[in-house]
């Protein structure tokens, strides 16, 4: 068991794995089963809030089952429901559910948009699908996936959004659309 401990460690040693560790993972000769065992719930505690921090920037605050729909939408194969748009500094995050009625690929523009309640335009800087950066996505029927849409350098007084442009295609009939979700108030992160 003493082998398969240090043989994880220096695995995750090696993967050049950057971790700003609190506690001390330094291996040491005379290292006991106790030490290596607290070492390595040590790292693997950090990695867990490591990929929580880098892999899933707005999952705590954008829960999919907390929050009520506030805006709904059908397009083609698919039912999209507004949960929640929240602001963080300078940035807005916007959760939609999608789930479609037949096996189909979702696929999300460049040119998703919003217009702030001064009519400042805001181009999309970032998608999440299913919490993977990506504009495009298998979807199997009937089974909701959670998107996430970030706008960044949003002015600080806007207070709602005026209009929320989804730009998006999909292999279903090769053809995509526009669904448009208005006077979405702006969220204060919690």
């Known amino acids: ?10 695995l995750l040693i090696s993967a050049h794995v950057a971790i700003a560790a609190e506690c ?17 719930k040590c ?24 929050f009520p729909i506030v805006a709904q939408q059908t ?11 929240m602001r963080s500094a300078a940035s807005i995050s916007c959760l939609v559910i999608v789930a479609s009625s037949k096996d189909t690929t979702l696929g999300l523009r460049d040119s998703t948009r919003l217009f702030d309640d001064a ?7 970032n998608i999440q ?8 996505q298998d979807l199997v029927q009937n089974v909701p996936v959670p998107i996430i849409i ?9 207070k709602s959004i005026a209009a929320f442009y ?3 295609e999909w292999s279903y009939g090769g053809s995509g659309a526009t669904v448009t979700f208005r006077n979405i108030p702006i969220d204060l992160e919690q």
């Open 1 to 10: 068991m003493q082998k398969f401990i240090i043989a994880a460690v220096f």
């Open 24 to 40: 001390d993972t330094t291996l040491k000769p005379t290292d006991r089963y106790d030490d290596l065992s607290s070492k390595l």
């Open 43 to 66: 790292l693997a505690d950090e990695i867990t809030l490591l990929k929580k921090s880098k892999g899933e920037p707005f999952a705590p605050a954008l829960d999919p089952k907390k």
């Open 75 to 85: 397009l083609g194969p698919f039912d999209m429901a507004l949960k929640r748009c």
């Open 119 to 125: 009519g400042n335009e805001i181009k999309s800087s």
């Open 129 to 136: 699908i299913n919490n993977k950066s990506t504009r495009r």
């Open 150 to 158: 970030r706008f960044d350098n949003v002015n600080n007084n806007a």
């Open 166 to 168: 989804l730009e998006s």
